[in-house]
């Protein structure tokens, strides 16, 4: 398998509930990283790890919890989510180092919260 | 503060009608700009990047311009598979964060 594979497509959860979304990269990149997409809002990021260790949480409430095992997998871990986290989650990933990278993206997990 | 605006948000083209989607850009030292094409339930597909002033990307009926403030986004003739939302992203020097602006819905009518 190729690219950037996001499990589950699709995914409905009540606020009480733990569930966590898994993305695994096969390109050999070092960099992962989560994207919050909502309707007519631009792509927010939420996290990013670089050699498994996380470089980045752009203020994301404790709710959401990334881990990282290694390079190749990424998961993001919720509980007692809100109404308002419903939303297509992107994970994404790239190279490091020298050069002008953009991201491969996963094809994403729609989360509905009830 | 780095930041991209995307206009059109939505356009409406009959097949074979040529136009420009437009991305304009503040940014603290442009490292390079993304085109990604998103079609509904899928994440986005990397199109073009640009690096400096003056490039241009082509891909099919799609090219890609680039100024020191906005892209452009031109599609000729388009086809009704060309249908999707185009977002466009900047990437500043010393980060590998990407930016992203709100999209552009382009739908073809046959």
């Known amino acids: 398998e190729t690219g950037v594979t996001q499990t589950p497509r699709h995914l409905v959860m009540g606020m009480t509930n733990k569930k966590s979304l898994k993305c695994e990269q096969h390109l050999g990149h070092n960099a992962m990283y989560w994207y919050k997409q909502s309707a007519k809002k631009p792509l927010e990021l939420m996290f990013v790890?670089?050699?498994?260790?996380?470089?980045e949480n752009n203020s994301v409430p404790s709710r959401f919890s990334p881990e990282c095992p290694n390079s190749s997998h990424l998961f993001l871990h919720l509980h007692t989510l809100q109404p308002e986290d419903s939303a297509l989650y992107l994970c994404?990933?790239?190279?490091?180092?020298?050069?002008?990278?953009?991201?491969?993206f996963g094809s994403g997990t729609r989360l509905t919260v009830v | 503060e780095d930041q991209v605006t995307q206009s059109p948000e939505a356009l409406r083209l009959q097949e074979g009608e040529s136009s420009s989607l437009n991305c304009s850009y503040t940014v603290s030292g442009l490292r390079g700009l993304f085109w990604y094409r998103q079609d509904p339930g899928k994440g986005p597909e990397f199109l073009f990047t640009l690096y400096s002033a003056g490039e241009e990307k082509e891909k099919e009926r799609l090219k890609a311009t680039l100024t020191k403030k906005e892209s452009f986004l031109h599609i000729t003739a388009p086809k009704p598979e060309d249908s999707a939302t185009y977002l466009c992203a900047v990437q500043a020097r010393n980060t590998d964060k990407l930016i992203f602006g709100t999209g552009t819905r382009l739908q073809v009518f046959p």
């Open positions: 790890y670089n050699f498994k260790e996380q470089t």
């Open positions: 994404a990933s790239s190279p490091q180092g020298e050069g002008v990278y953009g991201y491969t």
